[in-house]
């Protein structure tokens, strides 16, 4: 490479030292040529850039500074076209070189003017993706032109120093170390640029000077000029599909664990502590609450796999709310439940005080319950030991303000208004084990503005604690909150055999208790093949049969039992985890008359039982539908 450079520079001088002086003229008016058969397509990019620049921004930049802008550009490059279109349309355009050349130069320094307010102007501090954009854009808008301008010194100079110059000392001027290091590496890029380029307007000096020599060398040159500006271009727009595909998939992939980990984490700690309690010897009243505590949870927590079943719409941040009347003080004692094991633990004291008047609120329980827990759970990881945490709600006018206190470690002044970023923690704490995944917040944030609410930080700073005040409209009509009812027990007419086909023991034994408890006769197979010889040998009415099975699975062995006569009339239940319409699809196929998502509750497999026993009774057969959750609808159940 550098042997090339010496050779190309050796050839220029040769060529400056053989050639008339009188060649000086037409090379400046080729050069002029040369600017003005590009000037075309830097119009083109500098309009297609500029609009999807102001695209990217409009939603973050205020429309006063982005409108303007946008237009100035516009108004720029629609006057260094119109240059363009008079330069081709006069005659004498070489014979008046120098007027065309200083016309040329005027547009590239307003474009330079344009392209430096913007990065002035759109720059937004705190945002690591616009500084990605602006210094790709910015950087992306100079390597362009330095192929476009570099026929005349006068042009790229005037217009790549004061566009790369003003772009590092925006990013400096954020003072961190990250930021000073990012506009040195502005400046290195800019004057790097500048020597390029000025070595490639040397090359084509050079070039212009033999070209009077040497026709076919300049034809040469001309030709690798056109494909390494080919080849240039098709790299970068492969370079940049990739790097905003990459990043898409990274960003979104993150975001869906993330939030996958935070929301099964909470109903968690309450069931594990009730299960601790069911197996000591506790009183039977406080069984009969942990059992409650248990159904309560593993409600919500199915509930909240059903919708993170869906990645699409949970990575796009697609969440629907299930609305209904609630009672905030039943939401609170919930959100108290989750997080009193881990206060315990901290050694910290947990003071809830609960409205003075009941007040109802129209939203979703499980998101609402999220929110309050998220909180809470913030406000004891950041609360040192034998700290103290307040709970409270109170009503002002048709306005539910729940607060959370604490005196824990607070928020520091310049970290305050960037708490709800997502993954944006402050310090670690060392007494503190686990840090979170920094999306907590957010989350709250997020779902409390999908409530019509408003939530706010307050701290004094650092050591003074900290308090988070939830705001929520009340309901206008107080009505009676629905107090949650177990499902009307179906009494079957007769005892069904039914075979249980589950390869995980624990389920099955449980599953078979289940089922005997309600009067039924049973009879388990752990894996597909046994499963096919006891439904030969047992005959049963039903078969609950698990789809993931070693070996053989329940699709298959779905498919084997259904031909045969014997078993027409048994109903053939798919119980999985998938819950997809592919996998209801698949059960269809396989000859299953219903498709159920696990967990099952024993009011299910009653529902189930009964209305296969009526059926069995009244000698009919219902067209059944496959579906994956109870509020499904069809004829299937």
């Not at 500006?229 to 940049?240: F, G, K, P, Q, Y």
């Not at 905003?244 to 869906?256: I, P």
């Not at 303000?401 to 970023?421: C, K, N, Q, S």
């Not at 005959?539 to 789809?547: A, G, M, N, Q, S």
């Amino acid at each position: 490479m550098a042997t090339t450079s010496a050779a190309s520079a050796e050839s220029g001088d040769i060529a400056l030292g053989t050639l008339s002086e009188d060649l000086q003229p037409q090379v400046r008016a080729v050069e002029t040529r040369l600017l003005y058969e590009n000037a075309n397509t830097g119009v083109a990019v500098t309009v297609v850039i500029a609009t999807l620049l102001v695209y990217a921004h409009w939603d973050v930049a205020s429309h006063a500074v982005v409108v303007p802008w946008l237009l100035y550009m516009l108004v720029v490059s629609v006057g260094r076209w119109a240059l363009a279109q008079r330069y081709w349309r006069d005659p004498s355009a070489e014979i008046t070189n120098g007027k065309w050349n200083t016309a040329f130069v005027v547009g590239s320094a307003l474009g330079a003017a344009g392209w430096g307010a913007g990065v002035i102007a759109l720059y937004r501090s705190g945002s690591p993706m616009n500084d990605v954009l602006l210094v790709f854009v910015i950087g992306g808008v100079m390597l362009g032109s330095a192929s476009l301008l570099a026929a005349r010194p006068v042009a790229f100079l005037t217009f790549l120093l004061p566009t790369g110059l003003v772009t590092s000392w925006r990013i400096a001027t954020q003072g961190d170390e990250e930021h000073l290091i990012m506009g040195f590496l502005g400046a290195l890029f800019t004057a790097a640029t500048v020597v390029t380029t000025w070595r490639f307007h040397l090359a084509i000096e050079s070039s212009l000077r033999l070209r009077f020599a040497n026709q076919n060398l300049i034809e040469n040159l001309k030709r690798a000029k056109d494909d390494t500006d080919a080849l240039n271009r098709e790299l970068e727009l492969r370079v940049s599909d990739r790097t905003a595909k990459l990043l898409e998939a990274d960003q979104r992939k993150d975001e869906f664990l993330a939030t996958l980990a935070h929301e099964l984490r909470n109903p968690l700690a309450p069931i594990r502590f009730a299960l601790e309690m069911m197996k000591s010897d506790a009183p039977q009243a406080t069984a009969e609450r942990a059992r409650d505590v248990i159904d309560r949870q593993v409600r919500q927590l199915v509930r909240l796999v059903d919708d993170l079943l869906d990645v699409s719409r949970i990575t796009a941040g697609k969440i629907q709310l299930r609305r209904e009347p609630l009672d905030l003080a039943r939401l609170m004692a919930t959100a108290v439940e989750s997080i009193t094991p881990l206060a315990t633990a901290s050694g910290q004291t947990l003071d809830l005080q609960l409205p003075a008047q009941p007040i109802s609120i129209d939203g979703d329980g499980v998101r609402l319950g999220q929110v309050f827990a998220n909180v809470l759970n913030n406000a004891v990881k950041f609360t040192p030991r034998d700290g103290r945490i307040w709970f409270s709600a109170g009503q002002q006018s048709d306005v539910a303000i729940v607060r959370i206190r604490d005196t824990g470690v607070g928020i520091a002044a310049d970290v305050l208004p960037r708490v709800f970023e997502m993954f944006h923690q402050g310090e670690p704490v060392l007494e503190r084990s686990v840090g979170g995944l920094g999306i907590g917040l957010t989350l709250a944030r997020r779902l409390v503005e999908m409530h019509n609410g408003q939530i706010d930080v307050r701290s004094a700073g650092v050591g003074e604690g900290t308090e988070v005040e939830i705001r929520l409209p009340i309901r206008a009509v107080q009505t009676e909150i629905p107090v949650a009812t177990q499902a009307p027990v179906i009494v079957t007419r007769r005892r069904l055999r039914v075979l249980i086909v589950e390869d995980n023991v624990d389920t099955a034994e449980m599953m078979e208790l289940a089922v005997s408890n309600l009067g039924h006769i049973t009879r388990v197979a752990h894996d597909g093949t046994s499963a096919i010889s006891a439904a030969t040998v047992f005959e049963p009415h039903v078969i609950f049969l698990d789809i993931g099975l070693p070996g053989m699975n329940g699709y298959a062995v779905a498919k084997v039992l259904r031909p045969l006569p014997q078993f027409n009339q048994v109903h053939i239940a798919a119980v999985t985890g998938w819950g997809q319409e592919e996998d209801r699809r698949k059960a269809r196929e396989a000859g299953c008359d219903s498709h159920l998502t696990k967990p099952l509750s024993p009011s299910i497999l009653n529902e189930v039982l009964g209305k296969i026993a009526e059926r069995d009774l009244e000698g009919s057969r219902f067209d059944y539908k496959p579906r994956t959750r109870l509020a499904d609808t069809g004829g299937a159940f």
